[in-house]
């Protein structure tokens, strides 16, 4: 189960300072419903696709999935079992709910590629049904109480069944161990204390029979975890009282009050060894929670301590008295190291934690625990400290440290009997935790609280902070702390760009070893790199799994420059008949404080004020609001709300306005801004915009920035409480260090982390659905973006955006395209505002709508990527809106441009896609 031919690397320990470093970056985060702290397994194939089970009551949702629990009985547990793909998107789920409770034990993936599973059907509590219902699951009807060994294909179809009779009055909510050898074996530990086999015919076999000899007042044994050898052997560990006997085999526990067990079986039952833990002269209590299995058929162990006692296996033994144990055990039965993690605090603190342990084929273990203390002590040797109470830690095969890392996760547990929460596949570490709303490992944020998992990719790190250098000198002083805006860090070589946190000015930037160029890509433009000098560092990316530290940037204000930047948003698409709401925001980006002053929006002649948050001056179309001091790098935001008359036709073009006038400003022109949205007919409202659809290639080198809208509504029937907005942006068109967040509709959180990837998470945003409440239903974001410099005429800029709310399925946006264009002498210098072309991609036709401002003679134009005519039209129109319906049968699939050139006037122009 546990022997994986994988190796990842993880963070080096800085030696002599007794502080970790980490170099392992979280790749992603996601969500588990879960009804229970119980039912928690996860297993994962060589690809990188994850399986996760878990337990849920009545009904629950994930991904676009209902899954409901029996209508017979609606307060029992039920059995979901959900398929993850490496990129961390839902695959499929089943779920098994019938009268009683159904609940999944461990996963593991075969030789073949199936996912084995146990799934237990039982009574759900003393008063409850005692004949279990049939379930169909994944094609396949059990027909009631029982243990049934599964064996699913990746695609969630059910290709074997095999039963064991339970008493109906089981209630432990936890399956037993399982595991599959290469050959298609499967191997569980039944309740009866047998190990079960079923072979790849679906015919059961008991292995070995577990008779132990109860001591008083003592328990006698119980088994956790199972691996199998690469020769094909089962290892299994858990705890013994007394003695016992296997397969006619004696092991004792000695004197100690408990014991951790080890051993190891032939296929045919054969006890090729056991090996127990001791305590020494002190009673202790030890349990053994975790065991794998390197490719020479070396053990290790991990487990829990009791009774402050050391940790002993034959002659080998803790220093110190330990919290948990790690050990390693030859392929012959011959202990070679322990070593003792001490740091939970009581011992209560660890019961129900997690005992995650997996090791490569080279013997390089990986442990996850969970720990109340705010540092790790291994064998008393200088603490390491903790930042949250979750920790991976790696020893090598010669039971050295080679790191440990914690998290702002806390651990899933199963009620004290151990999980399976750590899985190595494909490079990556797969870790199942419990996180809060909002808690953060490195870019990634868990959206909501309970039950998640995480994957965590090795690279070699870069880290350091960026504040702000107040007084200019260079370097950080007393008092200075982090800037407060997020930043993008870039490196070149490898091109990436990972943001900071406002809050602390920590980043992390990940890749792979060799040269590395580090740099700020990019801050507002009164504000300066003051360290390093120059402001770039030129570093090197240090061995996988390892991390420099200290790589801090200092960004100084430039004095005396005042400057207010003016944004004014849509919140959705405008519609006649309905209510739509703008975002007007201000924002110091400056270095002196404002002392106030004015903001106003003006709205489109054709629009009807309704409303303004805080509400402001009305008079006519016009909204003014005073505000008062403004400090650097601080914003102000104002919505007004406003209605269309029904007869509002599509492909009407408002025009709005806002400004926020500043004497003495030293950039005005970003004082005031104006806003051209098109009233459309009903649309998908998950959608992204962009401010151009055209650029000159004069434009893209002169640095004219793009500016992106990613606007949501919650479309669903209840309320969405998180949101988060996903973007990877392309870097062979766009700069990401260029990144900036310009306006959002609500508190939200922005990262970049890799080659490009946005994320903006909007954390208890608590949207209501649209039936309720249109407006508040709805939000956006905005952020700008530079083209790389050197695109030329017929580049296309795609970008497209996904979105997610709570445990939906991701909602993929539209692709927002601008195309690079020649400047021809009948083009204007001025590239065009977004109009209204539909349907864009087209196939046969495509329909123009605007608005003309006199009527005359018109041309419309099919023009090629290079400014060549393929197809025009002469019209002759009124004044006013303008619908005209292009041919486009008889042109070649590809991208074009739409040109209209009216009587008066700048021609507008559009890129479309004919397919």
Not at 444 to 457: E, I, M, N, P
Request: glycine content about 10%; proline content about 6%.
């Amino acid at each position: 189960m546990r022997f994986l031919r994988y190796i990842v690397g993880m963070a080096g320990l800085l030696l002599g300072t007794g502080q970790a470093v980490q170099a392992q970056q979280t790749a992603w985060i996601r969500q588990i419903p879960s009804a229970v702290n119980a039912g928690q397994y996860l297993a994962a194939d060589a690809a990188g696709n994850v399986y996760t089970s878990s337990m849920y009551r009545n009904t629950v949702h994930i991904w676009g999935n209902n899954c409901d629990g029996s209508p017979s009985n609606l307060n029992d547990y039920d059995a979901l079992l959900t398929r993850f793909n490496a990129n961390g998107d839902v695959a499929w789920v089943l779920t098994a709910n019938g009268n009683g409770n159904e609940h999944l034990g461990e996963l593991t993936v075969n030789a073949a590629g199936n996912l084995t599973a146990v799934l237990t059907i039982e009574q759900s509590n003393p008063g409850g049904p005692t004949t279990g219902v049939g379930i169909t699951l994944g094609g396949q009807t059990l027909p009631g109480f029982g243990r049934y060994l599964l064996e699913i294909s990746p695609k969630g179809t059910v290709l074997a069944v095999a039963q064991r009779p339970v008493p109906i009055t089981l209630h432990h909510y936890v399956a037993p161990m399982l595991t599959a050898d290469a050959q298609g074996n499967k191997y569980y530990f039944a309740e009866d204390s047998v190990i079960v086999t079923m072979n790849s015919s679906g015919v059961l076999r008991n292995v070995a029979a577990f008779v132990g000899h109860k001591r008083a007042g003592d328990n006698q044994m119980a088994l956790y975890d199972m691996a199998i050898g690469p020769q094909g052997d089962l290892y299994g560990i858990g705890r013994l009282s007394g003695w016992l006997t296997v397969n006619g085999t004696d092991v004792r526990a000695g004197a100690d009050n408990e014991v951790a067990l080890a051993f190891r079986i032939s296929p045919s039952g054969v006890v090729r060894w056991a090996v127990t833990s001791s305590s020494g002269a002190t009673q202790g209590r030890h349990m053994g929670r975790a065991i794998a299995v390197d490719g020479a058929g070396n053990a290790y162990l991990m487990g829990q301590s009791f009774g402050g006692a050391p940790v002993k296996f034959g002659t080998r033994s803790t220093t110190g008295t330990p919290d948990v144990f790690a050990a390693k055990i030859s392929a012959s039965g011959q202990p070679e190291w322990v070593r003792g993690l001490g740091g939970c605090g009581a011992a209560a603190s660890c019961v129900g934690g997690q005992w995650g342990l997996v090791v490569d084929q080279a013997g390089t273990s990986f442990l996850s625990g969970g720990s109340a203390a705010s540092s790790l002590t291994i064998d008393n040797a200088n603490p390491v400290q903790l930042a949250g109470p979750s920790y991976l830690a790696s020893f090598d095969a010669a039971g050295s440290l080679r790191s440990v890392r914690s998290y702002a996760l806390s651990p899933t547990g199963t009620n004290g009997t151990g999980t399976q929460p750590l899985r190595l596949a494909a490079g990556s570490l797969y870790l199942l935790a419990t996180a809060r709303a909002g808690a953060v490992l490195d870019q990634q944020t868990a959206t909501t609280a309970g039950h998640s998992l995480v994957r965590f990719d090795a690279m070699a790190g870069l880290s350091g902070t960026v504040y702000l250098d107040a007084n200019g000198n260079g370097q950080q002083d007393a008092g200075e702390g982090a800037f407060p805006q997020s930043v993008v860090i870039s490196e070149a070589n490898q091109q990436l760009s990972f943001s900071t946190n406002p809050a602390t000015g920590a980043y992390s930037v990940f890749g792979q070893p060799g040269a590395a160029s580090l740099s700020v890509a990019s801050v507002l433009p009164h504000y300066v790199v003051s360290q390093p000098s120059p402001a770039a560092y030129s570093t090197t990316f240090p061995g996988v799994g390892q991390s420099t530290e200290g790589l801090n940037f200092g960004v100084r204000p430039v004095p005396n420059q005042p400057d207010v930047r003016v944004t004014l948003t849509p919140y959705g698409n405008a519609r006649a008949g309905f209510l739509t709401k703008y975002r007007l925001t201000v924002e110091n980006v400056g270095t002196t404080t404002i002392a106030g002053g004015t903001a106003t929006a003006t709205l489109d002649a054709r629009a009807t004020y309704v409303a303004s948050s805080p509400v402001g001056t009305q008079s006519g179309g016009t909204v003014s609001w005073t505000y008062g001091s403004l400090p650097p790098l601080a914003r102000l935001t104002f919505d007004v709300q406003f209605s269309l008359p029904v007869n509002t036709a599509a492909g009407t073009v408002l025009n709005s306005s806002a400004a926020a006038p500043l004497a003495g400003d030293v950039a005005p022109t970003d004082n005031a801004t104006t806003e051209k949205q098109t009233v459309t007919s009903p649309l998908d409202p998950n959608d992204l915009t962009v401010n151009f659809s055209q650029l000159t290639a004069q434009q893209v080198a002169a640095r004219q920035p793009l500016d992106y809208t990613v606007r949501f509504q919650n479309m669903g029937t209840d309320t969405a409480f998180t949101a988060v907005l996903e973007d990877t942006l392309q870097l062979s068109r766009l700069v990401p260090g260029s990144l900036q967040l310009l306006a959002h509709s609500h508190n939200c959180v922005w990262t970049l982390s890799n080659k490009g990837v946005l994320s903006i998470r909007f954390p208890n945003i608590k949207l209501p659905p649209r039936s309720t409440n249109v407006i508040a239903s709805q939000g956006f974001a905005r952020f700008r973006v530079l083209p790389q410099p050197g695109l030329a005429a017929g580049a296309v800029i795609p970008n497209v955006a996904r979105i997610l709310f709570d445990y939906e399925a991701p909602v993929r946006t539209n692709v927002a395209r601008t195309l690079v264009v020649v400047l021809t002498p009948t083009r204007s210098a001025q590239a065009a505002a977004a109009w209204s072309l539909y349907p864009n991609p087209a196939t046969d036709a495509l329909t123009i709508a605007t608005e003309l401002t006199s009527a005359g003679p018109i041309r419309v134009q099919l023009l090629d990527p290079m400014g060549r005519v393929v197809q025009e039209q002469a019209l002759t129109t009124a004044a006013g809106p303008l619908r005209h319906t292009l041919d486009l049968r008889a042109v070649a699939p590809g991208l074009y441009i739409v040109r209209l050139l009216p009587a008066t006037g700048q021609p507008l122009s559009q890129a479309i896609i004919h397919q």
